[in-house]
Structures are given as structure tokens and as C-alpha cells.
């Protein structure tokens, strides 16, 4: 139901920066994220805040830090309904075309 | 290529179009998990989680640490399948269900306290857990398994 907000959240180069900082390591802080951006702490607010909506990023408590985690689920939904329905077809068309060509060879 | 190292905290979050009461099935007992958990049986009691093969051997096996249906599970997460796993230390695994607006419900998968189980934190890392929920999810929503 969300594929919209994914795909939007996805269509900006800080948005794919901070997924690929929680990549390398997850579960960080708004200031530690802060930290490798330049960027105003309002400004990575406000990314992340996409991020959630879009459910890539969910923050957790853990005692007084809010901790931010990188959550990959909705990309292999998107993955799974969109990548591998076109490749397969292609991987398929190639298949057939190989046969044919052997065929008539 | 970036190289990267296992979180010890892993979190994983999916909409699912079901009741809370739905997925509590799914995730508890054995002839759901067959359809979408790498083809494990679960059996979860109150005390005991523990995942069995095609073949009736052990997979994962955990106490139960907190039994709260429809709504929380957490239990141990030792990894049988792999002998060098198995000798890791036990991780947690917590399993969160909360209904929301328009017939869904939120599940989170928080796998923690993998510290002293580096092997099994890769293993289950990334793709390991999305399998999982993206399986349960198409399970639960079309009611077929995701890879016939």
C-alpha cells in the first residue's frame, strides 16, 4: 500500500546517503547521523522523517537515545513485485531466443 | 562495494493486511511457518519456541520470554542448522503485533543481543529475516506461499 512513499522517499540522493550510512551501521542517533551530513539537524529531521513514513527507517528507545535502524523490507517488497516480474520475463525472452537460434542453427 | 559488518540489533518492519490474531498464527504454529519460515515447523508453548526441519531435526530453539497473544512474543534465538552457530551464545528475538487502520497490522521483528553470536547475526541478517516477512506477508495476504 505504501509503494508510492517508497518510491519518493528513494527519489533523493540524502534520503539514499542516510539509508546507506544505517547500512553500514544501524542503529544511530539523529546526532550521529548529523554528524556525516552537511546538513542542518532540522534538514536530516525532516529526511528521516520521510524515511519512517515510508517505513525504511524505524526508530527505536533504547534507554534515553532514540536510535534509528535501517529497515529494508518495504525495498524487497518493491523488489519482489517490480525487479524480478520485468528480469525474469527478460531472462525468459533470452532463453527463448537462445533456443530458437539453436534451433534453426 | 561497501563491506559491512552484522548489527547486533536488527529490525525489521512490514504492513500486513490481516488481524493481529492472523499473524499470531502464522508465526506460532507449524503448518503456517512451513508455507514461508524456509520450510520449518515452529511449535511455540509457553515456555518453548522451537523450529523443526523437513526432516524433524532441530533448527532454531529458544525459551519463550515473554507469551502475549495476539500482540508480543519474545523468545531465544539459537541456531541449530550450523554447528559452529550452535555454539554461539543465544540471541533474542522479539515479534511485535499491533493492529492498524484499514484491516492491517504492523508486525517488528527486533532480533538483539546477537554480541556473542557474530556467525548467526550474519546469517539471519538482511535478506535472511526479509524472506521471512515477505513471505509471511503474501502468505497472509493472498494465501499462497511466495515461492511455490
Known sequence: MDDDRVFKALADPTRRHLLDRLFERDGRTLTELESELEMTRFGVMKHLRVLEDAGLVVARRQGREKLHFLNAVPIRLIHDRWIDKYTEHRVAALADLKNELEETA | ?148
Open chain 2, 1 to 148: 562495494m561497501t563491506t559491512m559488518t552484522a548489527q547486533t540489533t536488527q529490525v525489521y518492519q512490514v504492513f500486513i493486511k490481516a488481524t493481529p490474531e492472523a499473524i499470531w498464527d502464522a508465526i506460532t504454529k507449524p503448518e503456517f511457518t512451513q508455507k514461508y519460515f524456509y520450510g520449518t515447523r515452529v511449535s511455540v508453548s509457553a515456555d518453548r519456541y522451537a523450529a523443526l526441519g523437513g526432516d524433524g531435526g532441530e533448527v532454531v530453539r529458544g525459551d519463550v520470554l515473554e507469551h502475549d497473544p495476539p500482540r508480543r512474543l519474545v523468545h531465544g534465538w539459537r541456531a541449530m542448522y550450523d554447528p559452529e552457530m550452535a555454539a554461539e551464545g543465544p540471541s533474542r528475538v522479539a515479534w511485535e503485533i499491533e493492529p492498524q487502520e484499514g484491516g492491517y497490522s504492523l508486525l517488528t521483528v527486533v532480533h538483539d543481543q546477537l554480541e556473542t553470536s557474530p556467525k548467526t547475526a550474519a546469517s539471519v541478517n538482511g535478506v535472511g529475516w526479509m524472506m521471512v516477512l515477505s513471505g509471511l506477508k503474501t502468505l497472509l495476504e493472498t494465501g499462497e506461499p511466495l515461492v511455490a
